[in-house]
Protein backbone atom coordinates (compact mmCIF):
# COMPACT_ATOMS: atom_id res chain seq x y z
CA UNK A 1 0.00 0.00 0.00
CA UNK A 2 2.70 2.40 0.67
CA UNK A 3 4.77 1.81 -2.21
CA UNK A 4 1.72 2.67 -4.46
CA UNK A 5 1.26 6.09 -3.14
CA UNK A 6 4.91 7.22 -3.66
CA UNK A 7 4.93 7.65 -7.31
CA UNK A 8 1.63 9.03 -7.01
CA UNK A 9 3.25 11.64 -4.45
CA UNK A 10 5.56 12.23 -6.61
CA UNK A 11 3.55 12.78 -9.87
CA UNK A 12 1.70 15.22 -7.96
CA UNK A 13 4.63 17.23 -6.81
CA UNK A 14 6.31 17.77 -10.21
CA UNK A 15 2.82 18.58 -11.78
CA UNK A 16 3.01 21.55 -9.31
CA UNK A 17 6.15 22.58 -10.75
CA UNK A 18 5.33 22.40 -14.38
CA UNK A 19 4.30 24.95 -16.48
CA UNK A 20 0.57 25.23 -17.82
CA UNK A 21 -0.19 23.66 -20.82
CA UNK A 22 -1.35 26.29 -22.21
CA UNK A 23 0.84 29.09 -21.21
CA UNK A 24 2.67 31.11 -24.22
CA UNK A 25 6.11 32.66 -23.68
CA UNK A 26 5.87 35.83 -26.02
CA UNK A 27 8.65 35.64 -29.16
CA UNK A 28 9.89 39.20 -30.46
CA UNK A 29 9.26 39.76 -33.53
CA UNK A 30 11.59 41.41 -36.27
CA UNK A 31 10.12 43.27 -38.87
CA UNK A 32 11.70 43.94 -42.01
CA UNK A 33 11.55 47.68 -41.53
CA UNK A 34 12.04 50.02 -38.95
CA UNK A 35 8.41 51.92 -37.45
CA UNK A 36 8.71 55.55 -38.96
CA UNK A 37 8.65 58.61 -36.24
CA UNK A 38 5.74 60.75 -36.51
CA UNK A 39 6.78 63.95 -38.52
CA UNK A 40 5.49 66.68 -36.34
CA UNK A 41 3.15 69.13 -37.95
CA UNK A 42 4.70 72.56 -38.93
CA UNK A 43 3.48 75.56 -36.60
CA UNK A 44 1.24 77.64 -38.16
CA UNK A 45 2.90 81.02 -39.58
CA UNK A 46 1.18 83.86 -37.51
CA UNK A 47 0.09 86.42 -40.27
CA UNK A 48 -0.16 90.15 -39.46
CA UNK A 49 -3.63 91.10 -38.42
CA UNK A 50 -4.40 94.46 -40.22
CA UNK A 51 -7.86 95.09 -38.09
CA UNK A 52 -6.32 94.83 -34.47
CA UNK A 53 -6.64 99.04 -34.44
CA UNK A 54 -9.05 101.55 -36.00
CA UNK A 55 -7.78 103.97 -39.24
CA UNK A 56 -10.88 105.87 -38.35
CA UNK A 57 -10.94 107.12 -34.84
CA UNK A 58 -9.17 109.89 -33.98
CA UNK A 59 -7.06 108.32 -30.88
CA UNK A 60 -6.14 104.91 -32.75
CA UNK A 61 -2.48 104.11 -33.15
CA UNK A 62 -3.60 103.31 -36.77
CA UNK A 63 -5.64 106.38 -37.66
CA UNK A 64 -5.08 107.33 -41.34
CA UNK A 65 -5.68 110.91 -41.62
CA UNK A 66 -5.11 112.30 -45.27
CA UNK A 67 -6.77 115.07 -47.13
CA UNK A 68 -9.89 113.04 -47.75
CA UNK A 69 -9.77 112.13 -43.97
CA UNK A 70 -10.05 114.71 -41.44
CA UNK A 71 -10.02 113.75 -38.04
CA UNK A 72 -13.17 113.12 -36.26
CA UNK A 73 -13.50 115.57 -33.80
CA UNK A 74 -12.16 118.08 -36.25
CA UNK A 75 -10.59 119.44 -33.23
CA UNK A 76 -9.21 116.23 -31.51
CA UNK A 77 -6.91 116.34 -28.57
CA UNK A 78 -4.71 113.10 -26.73
CA UNK A 79 -6.09 111.84 -23.78
CA UNK A 80 -2.45 111.77 -22.60
CA UNK A 81 0.74 113.90 -23.84
CA UNK A 82 3.50 113.47 -22.62
CA UNK A 83 6.63 116.60 -22.84
CA UNK A 84 10.07 114.85 -23.60
CA UNK A 85 13.27 116.61 -22.08
CA UNK A 86 14.87 116.22 -25.12
CA UNK A 87 16.84 118.30 -27.63
CA UNK A 88 14.21 120.29 -29.24
CA UNK A 89 13.25 123.55 -31.33
CA UNK A 90 9.85 123.56 -30.78
CA UNK A 91 7.39 121.72 -28.08
CA UNK A 92 8.50 117.98 -27.43
CA UNK A 93 4.89 116.42 -26.82
CA UNK A 94 3.48 113.92 -28.06
CA UNK A 95 1.54 111.08 -26.97
CA UNK A 96 2.06 109.37 -24.58
CA UNK A 97 2.96 106.04 -26.47
CA UNK A 98 5.44 107.97 -29.34
CA UNK A 99 6.65 109.97 -26.64
CA UNK A 100 7.85 106.56 -25.02
CA UNK A 101 9.44 105.48 -28.58
CA UNK A 102 10.59 108.05 -29.62
CA UNK A 103 12.73 108.25 -25.99
CA UNK A 104 14.34 104.86 -26.53
CA UNK A 105 15.04 105.71 -30.58
CA UNK A 106 17.04 108.85 -29.71
CA UNK A 107 18.58 106.51 -27.31
CA UNK A 108 19.70 104.18 -29.85
CA UNK A 109 20.87 106.99 -31.99
CA UNK A 110 23.02 108.39 -29.80
CA UNK A 111 24.75 105.49 -29.35
CA UNK A 112 26.24 105.15 -32.57
CA UNK A 113 27.03 109.06 -32.89
CA UNK A 114 23.64 110.59 -33.91
CA UNK A 115 21.87 113.42 -32.22
CA UNK A 116 18.29 113.64 -33.03
CA UNK A 117 16.16 117.02 -32.38
CA UNK A 118 12.63 117.32 -32.18
CA UNK A 119 12.11 120.45 -34.65
CA UNK A 120 8.08 119.92 -33.68
CA UNK A 121 5.67 117.19 -32.31
CA UNK A 122 2.11 117.54 -31.39
CA UNK A 123 0.43 120.92 -32.81
CA UNK A 124 -3.55 121.56 -30.94
CA UNK A 125 -6.04 122.18 -33.84
CA UNK A 126 -5.09 126.16 -32.93
CA UNK A 127 -1.61 125.94 -33.05
CA UNK A 128 -2.50 124.15 -36.71
CA UNK A 129 -4.78 127.33 -37.80
CA UNK A 130 -1.47 129.45 -36.91
CA UNK A 131 1.20 126.93 -38.03
CA UNK A 132 -0.97 126.74 -42.11
CA UNK A 133 -2.18 130.09 -42.26
CA UNK A 134 1.97 130.83 -41.92
CA UNK A 135 2.62 128.68 -45.07
CA UNK A 136 -0.05 130.04 -46.85
CA UNK A 137 1.36 133.84 -46.07
CA UNK A 138 4.58 132.21 -47.28
CA UNK A 139 3.55 130.12 -50.52
CA UNK A 140 0.15 130.63 -51.16
CA UNK A 141 -2.21 128.19 -50.87
CA UNK A 142 -1.59 126.05 -53.28
CA UNK A 143 2.02 125.16 -52.55
CA UNK A 144 1.01 125.40 -48.93
CA UNK A 145 -1.05 122.43 -49.08
CA UNK A 146 1.52 120.53 -50.60
CA UNK A 147 3.34 121.51 -47.09
CA UNK A 148 1.06 121.73 -44.23
CA UNK A 149 -2.18 119.86 -43.37
CA UNK A 150 -5.11 122.33 -42.76
CA UNK A 151 -6.55 122.81 -39.48
CA UNK A 152 -8.00 119.20 -38.57
CA UNK A 153 -6.50 117.54 -40.96
CA UNK A 154 -3.37 117.43 -39.34
CA UNK A 155 -1.08 114.08 -38.03
CA UNK A 156 0.48 116.15 -35.33
CA UNK A 157 -2.99 116.98 -34.04
CA UNK A 158 -2.88 113.35 -33.06
CA UNK A 159 0.29 113.40 -30.81
CA UNK A 160 1.64 110.30 -33.04
CA UNK A 161 3.85 112.22 -35.49
CA UNK A 162 7.53 114.12 -35.07
CA UNK A 163 9.08 116.63 -37.87
CA UNK A 164 13.08 115.82 -36.68
CA UNK A 165 16.22 117.92 -37.69
CA UNK A 166 19.51 117.69 -37.48
CA UNK A 167 21.97 118.32 -34.59
CA UNK A 168 23.69 120.76 -36.12
CA UNK A 169 20.57 122.75 -37.70
CA UNK A 170 21.87 121.68 -41.45
CA UNK A 171 18.48 120.95 -44.08
CA UNK A 172 15.96 121.49 -41.25
CA UNK A 173 12.67 121.07 -43.02
CA UNK A 174 14.00 120.57 -46.37
CA UNK A 175 15.01 117.20 -48.42
CA UNK A 176 18.19 117.30 -47.74
CA UNK A 177 17.82 116.25 -44.24
CA UNK A 178 17.37 112.78 -45.66
CA UNK A 179 21.67 113.05 -46.37
CA UNK A 180 22.21 113.83 -43.72
CA UNK A 181 23.67 111.64 -40.75
CA UNK A 182 20.58 111.86 -38.69
CA UNK A 183 18.15 110.92 -41.87
CA UNK A 184 19.90 108.37 -42.96
CA UNK A 185 20.24 106.94 -39.51
CA UNK A 186 16.79 106.81 -39.36
CA UNK A 187 15.44 105.51 -42.82
CA UNK A 188 17.74 102.72 -41.88
CA UNK A 189 16.26 102.35 -38.50
CA UNK A 190 13.65 103.79 -37.57
CA UNK A 191 11.25 101.19 -38.45
CA UNK A 192 12.60 98.95 -35.80
CA UNK A 193 11.01 101.63 -33.31
CA UNK A 194 7.55 101.82 -34.75
CA UNK A 195 7.87 104.56 -36.89
CA UNK A 196 7.47 105.15 -40.69
CA UNK A 197 8.00 107.68 -43.42
CA UNK A 198 4.84 108.81 -43.66
CA UNK A 199 5.28 111.01 -47.10
CA UNK A 200 7.54 109.32 -49.31
CA UNK A 201 9.47 110.60 -52.34
CA UNK A 202 7.11 110.43 -55.70
CA UNK A 203 3.81 109.45 -53.64
CA UNK A 204 2.26 113.25 -53.42
CA UNK A 205 -0.74 111.82 -56.04
CA UNK A 206 -1.26 109.60 -52.53
CA UNK A 207 -0.43 111.38 -49.81
CA UNK A 208 -1.07 115.22 -50.94
CA UNK A 209 2.13 116.23 -49.73
CA UNK A 210 5.32 116.81 -50.74
CA UNK A 211 8.77 114.73 -50.33
CA UNK A 212 9.09 115.37 -46.14
CA UNK A 213 12.32 112.86 -45.32
CA UNK A 214 11.97 115.00 -41.49
CA UNK A 215 8.31 113.76 -40.77
CA UNK A 216 8.24 110.24 -38.96
CA UNK A 217 4.79 108.93 -37.68
CA UNK A 218 4.52 106.50 -35.36
CA UNK A 219 2.40 103.60 -35.48
CA UNK A 220 3.84 100.73 -33.37
CA UNK A 221 6.60 98.18 -34.11
CA UNK A 222 4.63 95.60 -35.21
CA UNK A 223 2.89 97.68 -38.27
CA UNK A 224 5.97 99.59 -38.74
CA UNK A 225 7.54 95.82 -39.42
CA UNK A 226 5.10 94.67 -41.75
CA UNK A 227 5.25 97.84 -43.83
CA UNK A 228 9.08 98.21 -44.09
CA UNK A 229 8.51 94.63 -46.01
CA UNK A 230 7.88 97.07 -48.67
CA UNK A 231 10.05 100.40 -49.45
CA UNK A 232 8.46 103.22 -49.71
CA UNK A 233 4.85 102.28 -49.13
CA UNK A 234 2.07 104.81 -47.32
CA UNK A 235 -0.88 104.04 -45.09
CA UNK A 236 -3.10 104.67 -47.85
CA UNK A 237 -1.83 101.88 -49.73
CA UNK A 238 -1.29 99.48 -46.98
CA UNK A 239 -4.83 100.11 -45.78
CA UNK A 240 -6.09 100.01 -49.34
CA UNK A 241 -7.26 103.88 -49.15
CA UNK A 242 -8.20 106.03 -52.12
CA UNK A 243 -5.08 108.74 -52.95
CA UNK A 244 -5.59 111.34 -51.39
CA UNK A 245 -3.87 113.88 -53.52
CA UNK A 246 -6.44 116.70 -52.70
CA UNK A 247 -8.96 118.07 -50.46
CA UNK A 248 -12.41 117.00 -51.48
CA UNK A 249 -14.22 120.86 -51.19
Not at 125 to 145: P, S, T
Not at 202 to 208: E, F, N, S, W
Request: with cysteine; hydrophobic share 35%; glycine share 8%.
Amino acid sequence: MFRSLVPLALVAALAGCAPAVNAEIPVPVQSGQEEATPTPEPKPTPTFDPTVFSIDEASSLWVVADKLRPLNPEKYKPAELVTLKLPHRYDPTMSSNAAGSYAVMYAAAKADGVKLVIQSAYRSYNNQVGVYNGWVRKLGQEKADLQSARPGYSEHQTGLSVDIAAGNGKCTIAECFADTPEGKWLTEHAWEYGWILRYPEGLTHITGYKYEPWHWRYVGRGLAAEMHKTPNITLEEFFGLPPAPDYAN
